[in-house]
């Protein structure tokens, strides 16, 4: 009998991470990295400078909670906007601007969004979100999530940017396991944007190729003209 393949509440904290990796590279342009060591912690808070949480529900309910030290905040907000072409005498420098808290609470939403549709894909169970709170803060804040649950889990995770600014993640959640019991086909989410980008060189590829033809064609006449 084959042995049912188990995931556990730590795979789950894995997938949350490379969301954030990978859409925070991807925004800023510059490698994101998280350790290896996760930390078992016995309560969820926000700290300063920025924090940010994330309720979840559905398959399994948790809170997510992203802090950001002041210098990884400014990182990541400078990274980003520069790579979306945004002057650098347009750009907010201080982490208590609004424009900060705004473009890092949406790309809180990118994360968790990625993060669902990788649940979706990986697990065959659906969650929800509710919109990130994105807000800087001067004192720890304590928050728990408001349902009940029979075995809370907490894990807190460091991430690093590529100038070794630090922040962390935090998660909560009811312990819990995934059980396989017959092997799936992994469906990848087809992202419109890929669609479209891709669309859109195909038919740059064929305009280019018509045009070379097109010169060609004019090349072989003016010499024919020529008796060459």
């Known amino acids: 009998m084959t042995k049912s393949k188990v995931i556990s509440t730590d795979d789950i904290l894995a997938t949350l991470c490379h969301s954030v990796t ?11 990295s998280y350790s290896a060591m ?24 948790g809170l997510v909670i992203t ?12 990274d980003y906007m520069r ?9 907010a420098h201080s982490h208590l601007s609004d424009d900060v808290s705004n473009v890092l609470g949406e790309l ?7 993060f669902t549709s990788k649940v979706r894909e990986q697990l065959h169970t659906s969650i929800t979100q509710n919109q990130p709170k994105m807000m800087a803060i001067n004192k720890q804040v304590q ?26 993640l935090e998660l909560a959640m009811d312990k ?24 859109a060189k195909h038919k740059a590829e064929k305009q280019k190729a018509a045009d070379d033809a097109k010169a060609s064609d004019a090349d072989d006449d003016f010499m024919a003209e020529l008796g060459l």
Not at 83 to 91: A, I, K, V
Not at 108 to 114: E, L, P
Not at 143 to 165: C, E, G, L, W
């Open 67 to 78: 802090n950001f030290t002041s210098q990884a905040a400014m990182e990541i907000y400078h």
């Open 22 to 32: 990978g859409v925070l590279s991807s925004a800023s342009g510059n490698d994101i």
């Open 83 to 91: 790579s979306m072409g945004m002057p650098e005498e347009e750009l």
């Open 176 to 199: 819990t396991e995934f059980i396989k019991l017959h092997d799936f086909d992994i469906v990848e989410a087809v992202d419109p944007d890929d669609i479209i980008e891709n669309e």
């Open 108 to 114: 809180m939403n990118q994360i968790v969004g990625d």
């Open 143 to 168: 928050i728990s999530v408001d349902t009940t649950m029979d075995r809370p889990q907490a894990r807190r995770v460091t991430f690093t940017t590529s100038k070794q600014n630090i922040f962390y």
């Open 38 to 61: 996760v930390q078992k912690i016995t309560r969820t808070c926000m700290r300063p400078d920025i924090g940010c949480f994330v309720l979840f529900d559905g398959g399994f309910t």
